[in-house]
């Protein structure tokens, strides 16, 4: 490529089109980079060569910036020629804005070439130094920038200041940055000498430094003196890096000597207490560099004064903890503080300075700090805490003797382990499950280790459902666990600030318990019982949902028999029952504008009323239901859970009631479709309800009556802003005439086994001696009688036996759909003694292929052409080859992908081969044979379509 050359539009877009596949194959590299390290040589070293030659005609407008793809700046400053000779090249993009990644490339390279064990002067080309001076002269400019130009510029500098040959350089930097600084330096000015200055202080020379220890104490008091410089974050951590390396050059002697008698200097005492307040930082990069700070110069003084340091770290815990009840009474400001505090202890841990005697004290902190979530408005603050803690305690299983965790490591394995499972974040569960694995592994002391390591590893609780529903049962199971389990549950879980949290620690206090419900169970419910005493919404909502779930529980393990007399004894006595009130609770939930809250309202009283007449309850309702704006739709869904089997003294007004609601012309919700809607989905459950003794409860005219109506709301088309909202009272008739042959056919044995004991005592029971009693008579009911009523002992939910014959009434078209969907239910059965059998009568029942004709070439196959995914294409067209299907063959053999012209000609030829054929279809053989499918030639491949459908549909006709 010419970059002195005017590149023509058609070359602007081929060189658009190359680079962007390069950035695309780069792009594959960006999470494992290291990958392109072995090639960046072969990569980089040819751009250089042409930036070198094309340096001054780079500075073009149409030049494409550089591409960042997440290589490292060690493996591309290793790759980059190691040679003075292009330092031009750098000027040569100086001004051009756009250029900016260059830059920063180029001050890589220098930063390298500062790094070279050779004198600068070996590539001055003129004037000796002249080299130096341009590396320093070009790189000061971009500390005033802002980004990564500004980074690369501040390693290059300090990379030069540590030079033997450039070292004296740094004493002119470091007065001018005495100047700078207090003057009217900029903002990212600053930043950018400080990064200088860090960096030099890391891996400088000491005989350059120490001598200047005054000075550089000096800086930082003078960027104290400029509030608005302190109040950027970037200062902040610069300044902690500073004074923290400033202050480990001090203690230098002290890891040399180690003599115990040697006092603190002042500097170190003051740059302590400076660390010790930016632990407390609003910013955690300012705390975190404040905690690897005071590690670093606890880990160079003596035992005595290091515990010191510790034991100050350890009292920023109390700060805002000693008037606190409670560790959920602290304010939220001590989130700072206690980040800056678990992370100064982790650094402090990790390096092997916490002595034995501090390690009760300190686990007892951070066993808090696991536990650390404040509410703050609608969120929680305190995360960072949690992490920090759990990387405390990870550190304490790498740095300390067996011996000394010993008396520890029970405690400390059932917070870990109970963080790990029920913390709301994720990354809070997978760092308390590696601090545990790290404890296991390394000292052996957890109770049940492996086992339990395995049920709450990296996986395991990645998913919050999933550690609380799956591996806290699980863990659950070991008794040393248990307790705290629950505990946590009941006092943090069910009153946490976010719903979801209280309702999956619920469901998981339900399956706990079920290990041992009649141990566990009464206390669980006497601590829910006092969260409903609380005045926080959150601490209500979660003592009822726990006590729900261990209803639900009790429901599991005990009989229904002891369950229902202990409900009658509690309803019996009314006003000193354990829920006085319970009629009108419920009543305030059916009148709420909360679909879910009416719902469960409903569900409740459909409950109640299998306990206790509610007759008079629901003539009251019914009356207070119609009238209100929210609660129409729900009448009918009360009316059809009610028992009326048990107590049927208001049957016929709430049948009156469903009937009247759904009369579309003059009933009271012809304008709310969803309550009439509810009307009819409930005549179907009210039947069911009352189907024990069905002729007992309703009359000739009354069934008449519910099928009438069921029968006319299959022709509601009613119309809104909505659409065809008609379509949901179609649906819920359609549900409720066929519902009971679905029910028969589906994939669990004991639904089909009693929906079959129903209807064959429904087609057992001869028709009523009224008038018009052949309304009564269920449609083709001598057929479904020859299939079903043959006094075989043989049930139902024998799939063996019902599958065969449930096929075939797909023949009555009244029935094929539900019974179809019922069937195609089981077919997606998971158990082998369901699945097989009603697969191997859907494959070999020549009827579901009529069904196909019937209604997917309306619904599919005359539609290829908006079919996209070629996998459902080549699906659609393998059909069996009856006349409606034919029809839609040219649609497949002259589709606009060749793939599914050939895929089609190669399925037709082979089904054509192995069918018992009567009719002549050696032409259509030959055509899908002799034809070239994959042709561009749509024309050719469109008429041997239509000879091939021709002849198939001449074949089809002569049968």
């Known amino acids: 490529m010419d970059l002195t050359k005017e590149p023509s539009k058609d070359e602007q877009v081929e060189d658009h089109t190359l680079y962007q596949k390069l950035v695309n194959t780069l792009d594959e590299y960006q999470e494992q980079s290291y990958l392109l390290d072995p090639y960046l040589e072969k990569l980089v070293t040819p751009v250089v060569e042409r930036l070198r030659s094309h340096a001054k005609e780079f500075l073009s407008d149409r030049s494409h910036p550089t591409q960042n793809v997440g290589v490292t700046r060690q493996s591309v400053s290793e790759s980059l020629a190691q040679s003075g000779r292009y330092l031009d090249a750098e000027n040569s993009c100086a001004q051009n804005p756009e250029q900016w990644a260059l830059r920063y490339v180029l001050l890589l390279w220098l930063s390298l070439v500062c790094m070279l064990p050779f004198h600068l002067s070996q590539f001055d080309e003129s004037e000796n130094g002249h080299t130096a001076r341009v590396i320093e002269h070009t790189t000061k400019r971009y500390l005033s920038n802002a980004g990564l130009e500004r980074e690369g510029a501040a390693i290059v500098l300090s990379h030069y200041y540590m030079r033997q040959d450039t070292s004296q350089q740094f004493v002119e930097f470091f007065e001018w940055s005495k100047k700078t600084i207090p003057g009217n330096a900029s903002l990212f000015t600053t930043i950018g000498i400080l990064h200088v200055l860090c960096e030099v202080l890391k891996s400088g020379p000491l005989k350059l430094i120490r001598s200047r220890m005054p000075d550089f104490m000096a800086l930082t008091n003078a960027l104290d003196a400029r509030e608005i410089l302190m109040n950027n974050t970037l200062i902040r951590k610069f300044k902690t890096k500073l004074i923290s390396r400033v202050s480990i050059i001090f203690t230098v002697q002290f890891h040399v000597e180690q003599e115990e008698d040697i006092d603190v200097p002042e500097e170190v005492e003051a740059v302590l207490d400076q660390l010790f307040a930016a632990l407390q930082d609003k910013d955690t990069l300012v705390r975190w560099s404040a905690a690897k700070g005071v590690a670093r110069i606890a880990e160079r003084l003596s035992t005595d004064l290091a515990d010191q340091v510790l034991e100050t770290v350890l009292g920023h815990f109390a700060i805002h903890s000693v008037t606190a009840a409670s560790l959920y009474d602290v304010p939220a400001i001590a989130e700072a503080t206690w980040h800056g505090a678990c992370l100064a202890c982790a650094e402090m841990t990790r390096r092997g300075i916490v002595p034995p005697e501090r390690l009760e004290k300190l686990v007892g902190w951070l066993s808090k700090a696991l536990y650390f979530d404040l509410r703050k408005g609608a969120h929680s603050v305190g995360s960072n805490v949690r992490d920090a803690s759990a990387y405390g305690l990870w550190a304490l299983a790498r740095s300390q003797e067996i011996s000394s965790l010993a008396p520890l490591a029970s405690d400390l394995a059932r917070h870990l382990v109970t963080v790990s499972l029920y913390d709301r974040e994720v990354q809070i569960r997978r760092a308390a499950s590696a601090g545990f694995q790290e404890f296991v592994g390394r000292t052996s002391l957890f109770p049940h280790g492996i086992d339990v390591l395995r049920k709450t590893d990296f996986y395991a609780v990645g998913i919050r459902r999933n550690s609380f529903l799956l591996a806290a049962p699980q863990v659950a199971e070991h008794i040393e666990y248990r307790p705290y389990l629950l505990d946590h549950l009941l006092n943090v879980t069910l009153r946490h600030w976010d719903i979801s949290m209280r309702r999956l620690g619920a469901q998981s206090l339900r399956r706990i318990c079920l290990t041992d419900i009649l141990m566990l169970g009464p206390e669980a419910i006497q601590k829910c019982v006092k969260l409903l005493q609380a005045n926080d919404n959150s601490d209500i909502h979660g003592g009822l949902a726990g006590l729900t779930e261990l209803t639900m529980a009790y429901e599991e ?40 809250v009416q719902e469960s309202a409903t569900a409740t009283i459909g409950s109640m009323s299998k306990l206790t007449d509610c007759s008079n309850m629901v003539l009251r309702l019914i009356k207070e239901l119609i009238q209100g704006t929210n609660s129409q739709r729900i009448l009918g869904r009360l009316l059809g859970v009610i028992d009326y089997d048990t107590y049927p003294m208001c049957l016929p007004q709430s049948l009156r009631a469903l009937l009247e609601g759904v009369n579309r012309l003059s009933g009271p919700f012809k304008s709310n479709v969803e309550a009439r809607q509810a009307c009819f989905e409930a005549m179907p459950i009210l039947l069911q309800n009352t189907v024990p ?23 509601d088309y009613s119309v809104d802003e909505r659409g065809d909202v008609g379509s949901w009272i ?23 086994q009693e929906s079959g004991r ?21 449609h083709r009911s ?87 995914n070629i996998k459902r294409l080549h699906q659609s067209m393998k059909v069996e080859l009856y006349k409606s299907c034919v029809e839609t063959l040219p649609s497949f053999l002259s ?64 049968l």
Not at 561 to 585: C, D, F, H, Q, T
Not at 699 to 711: G, K, N
Not at 731 to 749: F, H, P, T, Y
Request: hydrophobic share 40%; with cysteine.
């Open 557 to 596: 393990i005990l009989s229904g028999e002891i369950l229902e007399s202990k409900k009658r004894e509690e309803i019996k006595l009314g006003a000193k029952s354990s829920v006085p009130n319970w009629s009108k609770i419920v009543e305030y939930g059916l009148k709420h504008r909360d679909r879910a």
């Open 693 to 715: 003794h069905l002729s007992y409860h309703l009359t000739v005219e009354d069934m008449s009556s519910i099928f009438d109506a069921l029968l006319g709301g299959l022709n």
């Open 730 to 752: 179609r649906i819920a008739c359609v549900n409720a005439l066929g519902g009971i042959l679905k029910q028969g056919v589906e994939r669990l044995d004991n639904v089909r």
């Open 758 to 778: 129903t209807f064959t005592k429904l087609l057992s029971l001869s028709p009523p001696d009224v008038d018009n009693s052949d309304r009564w008579i269920i």
């Open 782 to 868: 001598d057929f479904l009688q020859g299939l079903f009523v043959t006094g075989e002992e043989t049930g139902w939910n024998d799939a063996n036996w019902l599958f065969p014959k449930a096929v075939k009434i797909l023949d009555v078209e009244t029935y094929r759909k539900p019974v179809l969907l019922g069937l195609i239910t089981s077919v997606g059965s998971l158990t082998d003694s369901t699945h097989r059998p009603v697969s191997a009568n859907l494959v070999s029942y020549r009827m579901i292929f009529l069904i196909m004709q019937t209604r997917i070439p309306r619904q599919i196959l005359l539609y290829p052409g908006r079919i996209k």
């Open 895 to 958: 589709h606009q992908y060749p793939s599914v012209r050939s895929e089609t000609a190669e399925f037709l030829y082979i089904s054509l081969q192995s069918m018992d054929f009567v009719g002549d279809t050696e032409e259509a053989e030959n055509l899908l044979l002799e034809t070239e499918w994959s042709s561009i030639n749509i024309g050719e491949v469109t008429e041997a379509a239509n000879s091939v459908s021709s002849h198939l549909l001449t074949a089809l006709a002569n």
